[in-house]
């Protein structure tokens, strides 16, 4: 149908998927109706067996569905329970049901951090540091244990924010593999320190519910699919003569490979060493961290500086320090692009919130009232504002996905809440106002920040699909949130 009809068979194939998947059992492939035909078509009617009986598919009424028969010869069975299974003993099957009790699994039962999270965050961050090695005319200089920067202690992380991080120039040779020709891997050096880096900050996320490493992780795949929209543009002309000039106007300049990287980086920090209740409560406690920030975006100012100062031990990380910047301006725009990135994702302080709105109308409004002639001044600004709201909706990605992702987060984010309660650590009881709470968010930030991620006109159908996931769960919330309210209540523990 239409334009984007490929989109719609994909998305419907998708949402099938996930609605079959609730009624399957661990160790099973179940199939749909249509794919047992292509099978039999395929003359493989011997691959498959009819389910006996028929399952309720949300949305899709009653369906008859089949198992994938397997071979016990080669013990298939055995190895798809095994990959199925995970180390501490339960089946991702169980994970998906409705009685799932979320556990969170950074840390495992003997203490020592998940190192499968570890490795998959240390080769998404070495990816796009790899661009900015590629990048470079010259040589990495050598490490030098004075490649550090450290905040002036008389002012907060918040005082750090501007309006406009200045993004470099274009160059012919200045994209991320357009243009630019990559040379070699990261030296081994280079390697070791970042994934030894991502690993005390791993090490530094609680076991919260909610704010914890799974967040971190799920994030940065929002935030690398957001990029990779950024940087696939699907109106940039790849017969082009000037295809790099082309990309760096269409993305005003966030194709930069250091840019990308503080993205990913920021998305890495942003929660570290989370205390798991609200600026709002460690005001009211009169914490010690709450006094250091003045009590302003508290949580997120403590988690810059806690990354911030890992990364700059003068003693650890020089390596990996000149791999990311190889001179004082661009270490300074790093440090610039983390500070806004992940004082961005306080959405709850009204000035911030303010502040970025206006930002935003002077970028991309439709009154915009703006003056200024310098073309660069403006793409900077727009730049800014944009990867600010990468953050964002990444933060909050699963508002904007499917609403089996949706629910499950927003349990987990339930329980965090409820537990702070428990705790005496809050006043209210959460179950009481989390149903009107949940839509509230969805009518005055989840709806309008997906708006502004189509409006901003650089993220291809992503934008799109974002913006109709978080209108379809703010209707299911609205129809059954007080009965998911119930049922987290029954599974908390």
């Known amino acids: 149908?239409?334009?984007?009809?490929?989109?719609?068979?994909?998305?419907?194939?998708?949402?099938?998927?996930?609605?079959?998947?609730?009624?399957?059992?661990?160790?099973?492939?179940?199939?749909?109706?249509?794919?047992?035909?292509?099978?039999?078509?395929?003359?493989?009617?011997?691959?498959?067996?009819?389910?006996?009986?028929?399952v309720f598919a949300k949305g899709k009424g009653e369906m008859e569905t089949y198992w994938l028969k397997t071979n016990p010869s080669n013990n298939l069975s055995m190895q798809l329970s095994e990959i199925c299974t995970d180390e501490f003993g339960s089946t991702l099957g169980d994970s998906l049901g409705d009685s799932w009790p979320y556990e969170p699994c950074l840390v495992s039962s003997d203490g020592h951090t998940d190192h499968r999270q570890v490795e998959w965050y240390t080769e998404l961050l070495r990816g796009y540091l790899q661009k900015i090695v590629a990048k470079r005319t010259s040589k990495i200089s050598q490490a030098r244990q004075s490649n550090t920067m450290h905040r002036d202690p008389s002012r907060t992380v918040l005082d750090e924010v501007q309006e406009i991080v200045e993004l470099p120039s274009f160059t012919s040779s200045s994209q991320c593999g357009q243009g630019a020709k990559r040379t070699?891997?990261?030296?081994?050096?280079?390697?070791?320190?970042?994934?030894?880096?991502?690993?005390?900050?791993?090490?530094?996320?609680?076991?919260?519910?909610?704010?914890?490493?799974?967040?971190?992780?799920?994030?940065?795949?929002?935030?690398?699919?957001?990029?990779?929209?950024?940087?696939?543009?699907?109106?940039?002309?790849?017969?082009?003569?000037?295809?790099?000039?082309?990309?760096?106007?269409?993305?005003?300049?966030?194709?930069?490979?250091?840019?990308?990287?503080?993205?990913?980086?920021?998305?890495?920090?942003?929660?570290?060493?989370?205390?798991?209740?609200?600026?709002?409560?460690?005001?009211?406690?009169?914490?010690?961290?709450?006094?250091?920030?003045?009590?302003?975006?508290?949580?997120?100012?403590?988690?810059?500086?806690?990354?911030?100062?890992?990364?700059?031990?003068?003693?650890?990380?020089a390596n990996l320090r000149s791999a990311i910047y190889s001179n004082e301006q661009e270490m300074r725009r790093f440090y610039q692009l983390v500070v806004n990135l992940v004082m961005a994702t306080d959405v709850i302080d009204r000035d911030l919130k303010e502040l970025r709105n206006q930002r935003w109308d002077r970028a991309f409004g439709v009154e915009n009232t703006d003056t200024t002639p310098c073309v660069k001044t403006d793409r900077n600004r727009k730049a800014t504002i944009v990867i600010e709201h990468v953050i964002q909706a990444s933060d909050v990605a699963h508002t904007m996905q499917h609403f089996q992702v949706y629910k499950k987060w927003n349990m987990c984010l339930f329980f965090e809440m409820y537990q702070a309660y428990k705790d005496g650590r809050a006043a209210k009881d959460p179950s009481e106002t989390w149903y009107e709470g949940e839509l509230g968010f969805f009518d005055f930030y989840v709806l309008p920040l997906a708006k502004k991620l189509e409006n901003c006109g650089v993220f291809g159908v992503s934008s799109d699909e974002y913006f109709t996931y978080a209108v379809q769960n703010r209707q299911e919330w609205e129809a059954d949130g007080r009965l998911h309210v119930a049922s987290y209540l029954e599974q908390y523990h």
């Not at 998708?14 to 661990?26: F, L, P, Q, V, Y």
């Open 184 to 317: 070699g891997g990261l030296d081994v050096v280079v390697r070791t320190e970042l994934s030894e880096f991502v690993k005390e900050i791993a090490e530094h996320y609680s076991g919260n519910y909610f704010h914890n490493f799974d967040h971190v992780s799920h994030v940065a795949m929002s935030v690398t699919k957001l990029l990779g929209r950024i940087v696939s543009p699907a109106n940039v002309n790849d017969e082009a003569m000037d295809k790099d000039l082309a990309l760096y106007n269409h993305t005003y300049g966030i194709s930069d490979p250091l840019t990308q990287f503080a993205c990913v980086f920021s998305a890495l920090i942003h929660d570290v060493d989370h205390p798991g209740v609200p600026n709002t409560r460690l005001v009211e406690e009169n914490s010690t961290m709450a006094a250091t920030y003045r009590g302003k975006s508290v949580a997120e100012q403590h988690s810059v500086d806690v990354a911030w100062g890992i990364l700059m031990d003068p003693s650890r990380f």
């Open 1 to 54: 149908r239409g334009e984007r009809s490929r989109f719609q068979l994909f998305g419907d194939s998708m949402n099938t998927a996930s609605r079959i998947e609730t009624t399957g059992k661990a160790g099973c492939i179940h199939l749909s109706q249509e794919t047992a035909n292509l099978l039999i078509v395929s003359g493989k009617e011997h691959w498959i067996q009819k389910r006996d009986d028929t």
